[in-house]
């Protein structure tokens, strides 16, 4: 309680700092509306073109985008310690004054970064949400909001949980991998879609290596009426604990890769 109570103060405290500079952050914010806008109008535009995607119909598609722009960006908004300042926290040797505090690696990066301008992302991604439940014509139930919740939960987990693969490659480079962001950024674009209009090889990496498919499409599909893989309702259940795994799995590897840090001497 008292790590989440000082993550707590540190993001209303890095909140109120983004917003001394109230027209830049308005500008910025804006930015990233158009951002995320120009996505979800490529999604309209495949639906408008097509009608349905396979056997899934345009309120699907909407609804699998909504599901994918809400937890992505609600990791970058609150996760941006890992998922984009860790690289330059080496390069600057910021991390050497993390180890040297007598609170948690992990929980001072958490607390060291927020992103509040994605709001507006996540504004669209509820947006899409709102129009996929309505076009999809869901009845939705206390079971189907649970398993929306657990499944937006659980993504988040595992999509801070493929970021910190990054932060483990840049203990030892010290700069950034790039080839991480295929299954990060290439995976936000690519799972914003439903998972078996791909070929064998990108549903296998996005269903095993970065499983996407088990957090998000599993659960979307059920709450969706439909059924994935031909697995029964109760996968979409279960499925979704998939992020917490990969999640508490980096979280080790994270840690041991920690022990092996040298400083760059900045």
Known sequence: MNTLRLYIKSMGMLLRSHLQYTSSFFMQTL????????????????????????????????????????SFYLTEMFGRGITGDFPSMVRSGRLDTFLVRPRGV???????GTDPRRITCIAVGIVALIMGSSLSGI?????????????????????????MIEAIFCIFSVKSVELVNAITYGGRS????????????????????APFALTLHVPASWILGKTLYGWPWWAALVTPLSGAIVFGIMTILFHLALRHYRSTGS
């Open 31 to 70: 930015a990233q509306l158009v951002m995320e806008g120009g996505e979800m109008m490529a999604v309209i535009l495949i639906v408008d073109r097509f009608q349905n995607l396979k056997d899934w119909s345009g309120g699907n598609l909407y609804f699998f985008f909504g599901m994918m722009s809400v």
């Open 106 to 112: 992990l929980t001072q990066i958490m607390c060291s």
């Open 139 to 163: 009845v939705w139930s206390p079971l189907k909001v649970f398993v929306l919740i657990e499944s937006i939960a659980m993504s988040c987990l595992l999509i801070l949980g493929l970021f």
């Open 190 to 209: 690519a799972c914003q879609y439903p998972i078996d209009v791909y070929p064998l090889p990108l549903r296998a990496l996005f269903t095993i290596v």
